[in-house]
């Protein structure tokens, strides 16, 4: 029995051992929960209403924006049009 609970202890510590490696650019396990806490602590004093209502705000920009793109890329194609007409029509100036 000595034997087999000196084996998980073992196995543990090599497990704790493992995370901590692959964790140690983050800092120590103490660390990283307090920075969790830390996140968790600020993300309460955000609702999701509050993300919903930033995210519709984008989005309703983003459309607005592309509008104004398609009005002016329509603008540029009527223009290229005329250009074209004047270009063709006008006399030789040699």
Do not use: C, W
């Amino acid at each position: 029995m000595k034997d087999e609970l000196n084996k998980m202890t073992e196995d543990i510590s090599k497990m704790y051992e493992e995370i901590s490696n692959k964790t140690s650019s983050l800092g120590s396990i103490s660390t990283i929960t307090r920075l969790y806490d830390e996140l968790q602590s600020h993300l309460r004093g955000i609702s999701i209403e509050d993300i919903n209502a930033i995210e519709n705000q984008i989005k309703m920009t983003l459309e607005r924006l592309l509008a104004v793109s398609k009005s002016l890329n329509f603008l540029k194609a009527i223009k290229l049009m005329m250009d074209g007409q004047n270009e063709a029509g006008a006399p030789d100036k040699a």
